[in-house]
């Protein structure tokens, strides 16, 4: 399965600033997906990633909130953007392996706001 | 209501224990139930997947589907403190992407 390498693995960040999320595949994939795990809650899906074509956005999401870039088949950038502190939480990439839907997840980032 | 439900837990057991872990949802349409396990601090993994009723058994792990209930459970036999972490179920509706994903149980197997 692919190996994904997120970073950073974790940051705090000052309410009114950005962060961006790097996550990078060791192998080509068509999709990338980035997720939020929230305390106490599931994993939801933010953004769906193909390379060459705008990221679709699930509902409850905007690229003006988290712009998604994914300038080649192994890379792929999440920026939370004018973060509050209901941003805190971790955010995870994901791409399918295996093929028939088999998902691989990196290792998250976690972030705090303050 | 959520199209998954799962007990947080936690589910504390000792060494050498059954475990069952459940979850339930309301969408007929999802067709792939998988499994994964979260350690603190990490990504989760996948551990267990099917796309049928049934059971599906893998050494200590076996995943029991019951699609007429709307029911997936995993069982973990002989559960060693290795096995402590989040459990999350997971699953899709077929030719979607798209996974729904439950709340996570998390277990702690004490020696």
């Known amino acids: 399965s692919a190996v994904i390498s997120q970073k950073p693995s974790r940051d705090i960040c000052q309410r009114g600033t950005s962060l961006t999320i790097q996550c990078q595949v060791d192998?080509?994939?068509?999709?990338m997906f980035w997720y939020r795990q929230q305390p106490g809650q599931s994993l939801t899906l933010i953004a769906t990633?193909?390379?060459?074509?705008?990221?679709?956005?699930e509902s409850g999401f905007v690229i003006d909130k988290f712009p998604i870039s994914r300038p080649n088949l192994t890379f792929s950038t999440l920026t939370v953007s004018n973060m509050s502190p209901e941003d805190s939480s971790i955010y995870l990439c994901?791409?399918?392996?295996?093929?028939?839907?088999?998902?691989?997840f990196g290792s998250g980032t976690r972030l705090t706001v303050v | 209501q959520k199209e998954v439900e799962q007990d947080p837990g936690p589910l504390s057991v000792p060494e050498g224990a059954i475990v069952s872990l459940n979850c339930t949802y309301s969408?007929?349409?999802?067709?792939?139930f998988m499994w994964y396990r979260q350690y603190s601090r990490k990504g989760p993994e996948l551990l267990m997947y099917?796309?049928?009723?049934g059971n599906k058994e893998d050494g200590r792990f076996t995943a029991q589907v019951d699609k007429s209930s709307k029911y997936i459970s995993l069982f973990i036999r002989d559960s060693q403190p290795s096995d402590s972490a989040t459990y999350l179920c997971?699953?899709?509706?077929?030719?979607?992407?798209?996974?729904?994903f439950g709340t996570g149980t998390r277990l702690q197997v004490f020696p």
């Open positions: 994901s791409v399918e392996t295996q093929g028939a839907l088999l998902y691989t």
């Open positions: 192998s080509q994939v068509t999709m």
């Open positions: 990633a193909n390379q060459g074509s705008e990221a679709t956005y």
């Open positions: 969408n007929s349409a999802f067709q792939y």
């Open positions: 099917t796309y049928s009723s």
């Open positions: 997971a699953m899709s509706i077929f030719n979607t992407d798209k996974l729904i």
